[in-house]
Each structure stands twice: as C-alpha cells, then as structure tokens.
C-alpha cells in the first residue's frame, strides 16, 4: 500500500477553506491553451491531472526520473527530471504557466525537503499557478507553496481514493470474497479521476489561488456498500467476512505492512474522522460537473475483479 494511496480520512487542516463556497464564485475558464506541467505524473493522481488537462486541449509536458517507463499518452511531452534535485526541473520549467507538484519522493516516499528551492526555480520561470497534492500533513514542499509570492496556489486534499479498492482485488479473484475490519465504518471516497478534473480547473482558470479544497466523492460508503457495487460491476456474488482488529493486523502483517501503516489503518478504520466521511460537493462547485460514484468507478474497473482481469 503506497502512501498516496492511503487516504481513508481527509488530511489535518490549517485553516483550510473547503470549497464549499457560493456557487459561480470562480473565474470563467481562460480560451487561451496553456502549458503546464506535471510532477508525479505516472501516479495514482498525476495521470488523471494529465488525462484531464489533455482534454482540455493543453500542452502536457510530465516530469519522471524514468521517462522511458511512463507509459503515457503519445500527446503528452515526458521529460526527465527529479524532485529532490530542483536544477533538473529548469529545463522542464520552460514555457510552463502552470505546476503540480507532490510533496514526496523517492521509493520509500519521503517528504520532500526541497520546496523552497523548487518554487524559486518555478517563479523564475514565469509559473503563474500551482496545485499540490497534500500528503496528509504539513510537509516542507507544501509550506513553501503556501508561502510563495506572487504565484495562485491550491491545495488538493482528497480524502480515500477508490482507488484503494483495487488492493481487493486479488482476494475477489482468488475466492469471491473481501476480508477487512470494521465493515460498518463510513467513507465519502473520491474518484481518482475527480481529484485530477479538480487541479487541471486550478491549474488553467482563475479565482482558485489560495484555495484549500477537500475532495470527496458524492456518497458516503460502507465497506458492504463497496463490496455490493463490485459484485453488480463483475456480476458475480461477492462474500464479506468481517475481520476482528486482531484477525486484520494479522492479515496485514502478512501482506508486509510496516507498523506505522497498520497503526494508521487502525486508526482511521476504526474511528473515521469526520471529515472522511463528510460529504462535500466541491467536484461539482469547481469543475460543474457531480462527483462520479463508487458504482461507476467499479464499471470502470470491473476487469480488475474477474479471473480474466488484472490490477
């Protein structure tokens, strides 16, 4: 379970605005094609940023250490570059109105210690408008966005991904069945792609500097409500067995969860915020568009749940 994916609660908030303001309170969308670029971009979020700004009809240009892996639309423009080396990013930076940035990196994804250098070389390049993906809590990158001059700043912070929903699948697969803990608990999870439709708006339209938007879908959801919505989206049954936090711990002890992620798990499981499970309509206040549901997003995915289909 990697770290971007482990969002079962909506990140501390400092003062956060929510979005959840007046309708019609954001600019009208710029005619101009912009291009921007976009950190992370082979990730679980930054390939939705990706997908939605191209159809917007933007200019994509996708930072990666691996450019030959990417594994990205032919229209998008895949530079090599690393986060925690910030001169690598000045030729990336050419040309570019706009940046999304994740505030981790490397293989054991931690924070990033170079923001401060990394919104100096984005400034000197003319970047208009950062988004940045919150990882959480306060982080050195992020602090360094929200204090930077002269440059509209917009904080996403999505609560869980349904994404997480794919670590289901090979228990489906394998016996028709999920096995988790706390089955009752309730989650507003969001689309992936809701989180990516969401900062290609900020990144490309005024009247979002300084925002802090929690994303959520547009239901909160048990654990029995997701099962049901994967068993209608692959049409066969699927059984749920509720584990006792012992029976979990164990289960992801074995699976080669560190501790601190099974004591997070526990945590959030077993005591959701309310903000993880508070409903807000911000996919829709900011793109004008509802937020898509878990049922559509198991469609999308229902390949993943058949014999026949892969994560």
Do not use: C
């Not at 998008?76 to 001169?87: M, Q």
């Amino acid at each position: 379970m990697r770290p971007e994916t482990v969002r079962t609660s909506s990140p501390r908030r400092r003062g956060s605005r929510t979005g959840t303001g007046r309708k019609g309170s954001y600019g009208p969308p710029m005619t101009q094609k912009q291009k921007l670029l976009v950190t992370g971009a082979t990730g679980t979020v930054g390939r939705q940023v990706v997908a939605e700004l191209l159809a917007r009809g933007h200019a994509v240009r996708a930072l990666t250490r691996d450019p030959a892996a990417a594994d990205l639309p032919a229209r998008v423009e895949v530079v090599r570059g690393d986060l925690t080396e910030p001169d690598s990013l000045v030729p990336a930076l050419e040309g570019v109105t706009g940046l999304h940035l994740i505030t981790f990196a490397g293989a054991l994804f931690a924070p990033l210690e170079t923001g401060p250098r990394i919104l100096e070389r984005a400034r000197a390049a003319g970047v208009r408008r950062i988004t940045v993906l919150h990882g959480g809590g306060p982080t050195p990158l992020e602090d360094a966005v929200r204090a930077a001059d002269g440059v509209d700043w917009t904080v996403l912070m999505p609560v869980e991904f349904m994404a997480n929903a794919l670590e289901w699948a090979e228990g489906i697969v394998a016996s028709d069945e999920v096995r988790e803990p706390f089955v009752s608990r309730l989650s507003a999870m969001v689309h992936e792609g809701d989180i990516g439709a969401v900062a290609a708006v900020a990144l490309t339209e005024e009247g979002h500097g300084g925002q802090e938007y929690v994303v959520t879908g547009p239901e909160a959801l048990t654990v029995g409500d997701k099962v049901e919505a994967i068993a209608a989206a692959r049409g066969r049954p699927v059984s749920l067995v509720e584990l006792t936090e012992e029976e979990a711990v164990a289960q992801w002890r074995a699976a080669g969860q560190p501790e601190e992620v099974i004591g997070f798990l526990l945590e959030v499981y077993g005591n959701t915020p309310e903000a993880g499970r508070t409903v807000l309509d911000t996919v829709e206040k900011v793109t004008g568009r509802p937020a898509r549901t878990f049922a559509q997003w198991a469609r999308e995915h229902a390949a993943a749940f058949t014999a026949t289909g892969s994560v």
